[in-house]
């Protein structure tokens, strides 16, 4: 089970924009990562590599952690509020809650749940 503070870490790293950072720190080597219901990705260097994937094609990501997170024995979830902004000037505004499942101060699985429409990259708006 995370302590409070490893969580809050991890939050402040994500909220900061170390996205990729984030997952070489705070998951597991063999951690894996499932989008909805898509296969999981499995282990850290390919969570990291694919991180890094898309955020070379984004020109700025915002990222909020909504509060309270919630946290029982090993597993949390936290909802965040994503607004990346692409290098074609298209802007993707997403809202996901993020089932954990850590092993003492380390993620080991997490599994996102988000609507898929929400994905489509669009015009910015006024």
Not at 27 to 45: K, T
Not at 59 to 80: D, E, H, K, M
Request: glycine content about 6%.
């Amino acid at each position: 089970m995370p302590t409070l503070e490893t969580m809050e870490r991890f939050i402040a790293r994500v909220e900061q924009g170390f996205h990729a950072e984030a997952i070489e720190e705070f998951y597991l080597e063999h951690g894996a990562i499932r989008e909805n219901q898509s296969p999981p990705r499995v282990g850290r260097a390919n969570l990291v590599a694919g991180e890094r994937k898309v955020l070379a094609r984004a020109r700025s990501v915002q990222t909020t952690c909504v509060r309270p997170y919630f946290i029982a024995g090993s597993n949390a979830v936290l909802r965040w509020i994503f607004r990346f902004e692409w290098l074609d000037g298209t802007v993707t505004e997403m809202e996901e809650l993020a089932y954990q499942r850590w092993e003492g101060e380390q993620i080991a699985e997490e599994q996102f749940f988000y609507d898929p429409a929400q994905r489509v990259p669009r015009k910015p708006g006024p």
